[in-house]
C-alpha cells in the first residue's frame, strides 16, 4: 500500500512564514488525527535555504511513515478534492508516478492556508510525493494502489 508520503513547503522570503506552515499543518493535522490548534513542531523539519537570486527562503518539510497516518492523509486528500481536480488527477496517473512507485502532487499553499485543497502545476506549492509499496516492485499494482487511493 503506502511505504510513506513525504510532504515539502518553501516560505519565501516575501511569504508571512506562519500563513505557509498553517498550510502544511492542515496536511499534517489530518495525517494525525489532530485538531486544528496541535502544534505540529516535532513533525517538520526546518532547513534555511537560499535563493537563486541570494534571497533567503525557509523549506519546511515532513515525513509520515506510519501506515494509518499515510492512509489516514491519503483519504483526506482525496475527500477534500474539488470533482474537477479528481478528475484532473485520474486523468493524469499514468504521469504522476514516476519508475520509484513515487506519486507526485502539488497543492496551492494559499487555498490550504484557507482550508481547501486545490491541484496546481506551479513549482510554488506544496509538494506531495506518496511513495507506493509493491513486493516485488511492480508498476502496475502501484498504479492500480494510486488508483483506488486517489481515483
Known amino acids: 500500500m503506502i511505504h ?11 511569504e508571512d512564514q506562519s500563513r505557509v506552515r498553517a498550510a502544511l499543518d492542515l496536511f499534517l493535522q489530518h495525517a494525525f488525527g489532530m485538531s486544528d ?3 505540529t513542531d ?4 526546518v532547513t534555511y535555504i537560499e535563493g537563486h537570486y541570494g534571497n ?15 492512509v489516514r492523509l491519503a483519504r483526506f486528500i482525496r475527500g477534500s478534492m ?5 478528475e484532473v488527477l485520474r486523468n493524469e496517473m499514468p504521469e504522476r508516478l514516476d519508475d520509484e512507485q513515487l506519486f507526485h502532487m502539488r497543492f496551492d499553499k494559499q487555498a490550504a492556508f484557507l482550508g481547501k485543497l486545490v491541484l496546481v502545476s506551479s ?11 509493491t513486493y516485488p ?13 486517489f481515483g
Open 4 to 14: 510513506y508520503i513525504n510532504l515539502r513547503v518553501i516560505a519565501h522570503s516575501t
Open 37 to 39: 490548534n496541535v502544534v
Open 42 to 45: 516535532e513533525l517538520v523539519e
Open 56 to 70: 533567503s527562503s525557509v523549506m519546511l518539510s515532513s515525513q509520515i511513515t506510519r501506515r494509518s497516518d499515510s
Open 82 to 86: 474539488s470533482p474537477k481536480d479528481v
Open 123 to 133: 513549482s510554488d506549492a506544496i509538494t506531495v510525493k506518496v511513495k507506493i509499496a
Open 137 to 149: 516492485k511492480d508498476r502496475l499494482k502501484a498504479g492500480l494502489i494510486v488508483e483506488e487511493l
